[in-house]
């Protein structure tokens, strides 16, 4: 197994940040860093992720010897998978969203940021995990888009030591599988996307908004947006089917 025993912190304003800090000053490949409670979690495009001190799960992961950048992509999505695996063992019915959420009944439980840096040893991959365990239905209403936590699903929520002791196997293998990049991982991508060709769907990106069908995922994990009988591969950018509005 590539990943390790995990690390845990009380507290930390981000474990992304700091494992990047970690990483530069040479911390081994596979390293593992977990916090209780962080102050400055970060999500996607800037955004704040808001965790539940001590009921949600925060974590980072690095990657040494990483792909090339064109293939880092598919880590994120690799690691949106193991955690839709490990929710599906639970018996809830996740659905992965490009690019790298993972939502319940089109509501948000988990978010994954990857980042790529250079080191004096080479290029290394600081990936970040945040998963909904144990927020309340309150908690998920603040959020200030659609939530939903392991607690809302089910009831009940496993503490987050636990529910990471359970889920770094299920994500060592996914993220060994994607190696060869989203070609090695497009199946279960496809299988598990919340969206089918010929949805409608809204993509935007620096503050473009466009609208068309979805049409797949292209070779490297683009979307494909058909608009006007041409489809056009967007490699980033939010996407909203068109029941969710704006």
Do not use: Y
Request: hydrophobic share 45%.
């Amino acid at each position: 197994m590539r990943l390790q025993s995990p690390r845990w912190l009380e507290r930390c304003a981000s474990t992304n940040l700091l494992l990047r800090e970690e990483a530069l000053a040479g911390a081994p490949d596979g390293s593992v860093l977990a916090a209780r409670e962080q102050t400055a979690g970060r999500g996607r495009a800037g955004r704040i992720w808001r965790q539940s001190p001590g009921r949600d799960l925060a974590f980072s992961f690095l990657l040494r010897d990483a792909p090339p950048p064109a293939l880092t992509p598919a880590l994120a999505m690799a690691a949106a998978l193991a955690t839709a695996g490990w929710l599906a063992a639970r018996g809830i019915e996740a659905r992965v969203k490009w690019p790298n959420d993972v939502r319940v009944r089109r509501r948000k439980i988990a978010g994954i940021l990857a980042e790529r840096l250079e080191t004096p040893t080479g290029g290394v991959v600081v990936a970040g995990i945040g998963l909904n365990l144990g927020m309340t239905g309150e908690e998920a209403a603040g959020v200030g888009v659609p939530a939903t936590s392991v607690r809302i699903e089910t009831g009940v929520a496993p503490t987050p030591e636990a529910a990471l002791d359970e889920l770094l196997p299920g994500l060592d293998a996914r993220l060994a599988g994607a190696a060869g990049g989203f070609a090695s991982i497009r199946a279960a991508w496809e299988s598990m996307h919340e969206l089918r060709p010929g949805d409608p769907v809204r993509l935007r990106r620096e503050g473009e908004v466009r609208c068309g069908r979805f049409a797949g995922f292209g070779a490297g994990g683009e979307l494909l947006l058909e608009e006007g009988g041409s489809v056009r591969a967007c490699p980033a950018g939010e996407i909203d089917g068109a029941e969710e509005g704006a």
